[in-house]
């Protein structure tokens, strides 16, 4: 019912900045909550932030707060994560991700998902 494709990934170096984007289909996408994950080699994929419709509710872990903002453009059915001040830990695939109902920030409770992109920071 609703796809997701990520783009703006890339190589940066530590304390630089990206913008990714994902961008939806779908006709119920303006009421869907919307969160950004990643995911690092060998490890469990977590949430990096979340946003609920009307823009008005957002989540960060502790580990980007600060430094990434998430916004979404409803007329142009498009998510984005400003990221600022990156740092090597910060490397991995990031997922775009919609939830039909309710507020989570468990990935696992998500109905769609993207095909990621990566981002790799140097130090």
């Known amino acids: 019912q609703v796809q997701l494709v990520e783009s703006g990934g890339g190589l940066v170096q530590a304390g630089g900045s990206l913008r990714l984007s994902c961008a939806a289909s779908?006709?119920?996408?303006?009421?869907?909550?919307m969160g950004w994950f990643r995911q690092a080699p060998g490890k469990e994929r977590d949430v990096v932030s979340a946003?609920?419709?009307?823009?008005?509710?957002?989540y960060y872990a502790d580990s980007v707060k600060g430094r990434f903002t998430i916004s979404r453009d409803n007329a142009k059915n498009t998510v984005y994560l400003q990221m600022n001040s990156l740092k090597p830990e910060d490397t991995a695939v990031y997922y775009c991700?919609?939830?039909?109902?309710?507020?989570?920030?468990?990935?696992?409770?998500?109905?769609?998902w993207g095909q990621g992109t990566q981002v790799t920071v140097s130090s």
């Open positions: 991700a919609a939830k039909r109902k309710g507020y989570t920030i468990n990935w696992g409770e998500y109905d769609y």
């Open positions: 946003i609920n419709w009307s823009s008005r509710s957002t």
């Open positions: 779908g006709r119920t996408f303006t009421s869907y909550l």
